[in-house]
């Protein structure tokens, strides 16, 4: 019973991991239909720029828990900042173009931008351990998890069902939908499909630079970290069906957990179960297993 509890608390913890950062590149895609590449920088900035000023905000005087609210103002600014600089410097002028090209051009930004990163931060690894250590430790069936990982879990949560509130009870939301379907209509209907681009895509930065925010005082933060996280991202989508929210819950579920019932059991084949489940469900499913349904043009 133990051990369950063991592999479903670590499950669950990094099902939220993947989670948070996914939904930003889901969002984007349902929108946009972006393969954006460049989500994994989002995640590798958000992570160190946590860090750095977590490690700025104890060095002074300020109450403890004013490092939280350095999190969360690292991820907005990582996120409003490379959100509009690469949408509208790069990105709008691509809308046009074929999908395979916009893949070609994030993914040259991704390796560009990775080189940004150890220009600022260097190839030394970076730690943020005070907002982890403040919240101790809890007892669970006489097992023992650090509050702070399972706060992330009531993140996802809040995250998660904030953008699905928001997709489909406000008119935000609304104008959305009616891009996502045709975006020609959108335009003669007088919505600012430009604005909506832009909104869209600083929303999913933040998303992708909150997941490198929040979980930087779990890990030591070094140079390649947005290599291991934009695959798995892109495992979780495909899986849940790109354009998902619900799809990309779905699929942060079955890749968390199964990945940690594989560490605890078998950790050798811990990669090959991920790739194992996207493999089948595409081999059943090939638009993943909530993939939005497509308007149709009569």
Known sequence: MQELIVILVDGLVFSSYLFM?????????????????????????????????????YETDLPEFGGFVAIFAAAIIVGVFFG???????????????????????????????????????????????????LESVDIAELTFDVYSLTLIGLAVIVGLGLWLGLTKTKWGKLLLAVIFDREISEAMGINVTIVFMATFVIGAIMGALGGAYIAPTISVSP?????VIVLSFAV??????????GAMIGALLVGISRAAAVHKFPEIELFVIYAIMAAVLAFRPEGLFAPAKARKI
């Open 84 to 134: 509009i600089i690469l949408e509208r410097g790069l990105l709008r002028f691509l809308y046009h173009r074929d999908e395979h090209i916009i893949v070609l051009a994030t993914f040259a930004m991704f390796l560009v931008l990775e080189d940004v990163l150890l220009i600022i931060w260097g190839t030394d690894p970076y730690f943020a351990y005070q907002p982890m250590a403040l």
């Open 224 to 228: 390649g970290i947005g290599v291991e």
């Open 21 to 57: 950062v996914a939904v930003g590149l889901t969002v984007i895609f349902g929108v946009m239909k972006i393969l954006n590449v460049t989500h994994g920088s989002f995640y590798a900035f958000g992570a160190y720029m946590s860090a750095t000023l977590v490690g700025i905000y």
């Open 237 to 246: 989508v495909v899986i849940g069906g790109m354009g998902s929210i619900p």
